[in-house]
């Protein structure tokens, strides 16, 4: 899932694939944006068919938070 995201993420902000970990923040390391960040959620909910709820989202601040929290709504 990682390497999944890792593409996706490359897409919406210009950082080396490699500094795209499971320790990194969303916005502090990898330089997204709140809009870039929302707009990446609506393509995680159409990628691995699921709903993210928003007051969730909160609490995604690393990509490691992102792939626990995807594998515990596909569940």
């Known amino acids: ?3 999944e995201l ?7 902000v210009e950082v080396e694939p490699e500094k795209v970990t499971e320790e990194a923040r969303f916005i502090e390391d990898l330089g997204f944006n709140s ?6 959620v609506g393509e ?8 993210v ?15 626990e929290y995807i594998q515990s709504i596909r569940e």
């Open 1 to 3: 899932m990682l390497e």
């Open 6 to 12: 890792r593409e996706v993420i490359c897409q919406y």
């Open 35 to 40: 809009y870039d960040f929302m707009s990446l």
């Open 44 to 51: 995680i909910e159409e990628m691995y068919d699921v709903e």
């Open 53 to 67: 709820e928003e007051r969730e989202v909160v609490n995604v601040k690393t990509v490691g938070d992102a792939i």
